[in-house]
């Protein structure tokens, strides 16, 4: 199937620890994001990459680091793991020029919870 | 900076019903607006958006929205609801250009039998 997948779907930790998500697309799109939903469902940008630089990075903490390896691959790495990172996060890619207007196409989300 | 508003956190309609999700936008030059639809637990999927040229834009679904520069605002409907379209709904706004796309709270579409 052609779609953007995370991995993995659910992650419970303790405070302070490190964990990382990954997110793969097979869609051939150049761009790929980080988002993240809070219990409000509100929904936020955290970064972008484009061809594996980054081009967007929303004044997130330094704890959280990107990772691109390949234009089909962006991970999350999470230092220091707080109470109020729990949140679900999405991994999304759009085709192309992320200024060009293109649609994104979304993972099903990791929900995070720290305890 | 740009920014969307979607007025109700709610919608309810009956089934059969036209249904309209309102969403007003801010930004600064030409917008790129879009609809996303998000059903529990699961990722948003893309409907609809606006670009350029003709206002009315049709989506998957039998969703349409009309872009109206006047009055700032990209409503989406449909003509008859279903059940099934019963899920949250989220309007969001960019400007060409490396910037991030901004999303609206959601509203929350209750299609009743």
């Known amino acids: 199937d052609t779609a953007v997948s995370q991995t993995p779907k659910y992650l419970v930790t303790q405070m302070g620890n490190d964990k990382s998500i990954k997110c793969e697309q097979n869609?051939?799109?150049?761009?790929m994001y980080w988002y993240k939903q809070d219990s409000k469902k509100f929904l936020k940008i955290m970064f972008s990459y484009n061809n594996k630089e980054l081009i967007i990075n929303e004044t997130v903490p330094n704890r959280f680091s990107p990772k691109s390896p390949d234009k089909a691959h962006l991970n999350l790495h999470i230092n220091s793991l707080e109470l109020g990172d729990s949140a679900v996060y999405f991994c999304?890619?759009?085709?192309?020029?992320?200024?060009?207007?293109?649609?994104?196409?979304f993972g099903p989300g990791t929900r995070l919870t720290v305890t | 900076a740009q920014s969307v508003a979607q007025p109700e956190d709610q919608v309810n309609v009956a089934e059969g019903n036209p249904l309209t999700v309102k969403c007003t936008y801010s930004?600064?030059?030409?917008?790129?607006l879009f609809w996303y639809v998000q059903y529990p637990n699961r990722g948003l999927q893309f409907l609809l958006k606006?670009?350029?040229?003709?206002?009315l834009v049709k989506g998957s679904y039998g969703f349409e929205a009309e872009f109206n520069k006047s009055q700032t605002s990209f409503h989406l409907k449909k003509p008859s609801a279903l059940v099934s379209d019963s899920a949250l709904y989220f309007c969001?706004?960019?400007?060409?250009?490396?910037?991030?796309?901004?999303f609206g709270k959601g509203t929350r579409l209750s299609v009743i039998a």
């Open positions: 930004v600064s030059g030409n917008p790129y």
């Open positions: 606006y670009i350029t040229g003709d206002n």
């Open positions: 869609l051939g799109h150049d761009t």
């Open positions: 999304a890619s759009s085709q192309g020029i992320a200024g060009r207007g293109y649609e994104q196409y």
């Open positions: 969001a706004v960019k400007t060409p250009g490396n910037t991030p796309l901004v």
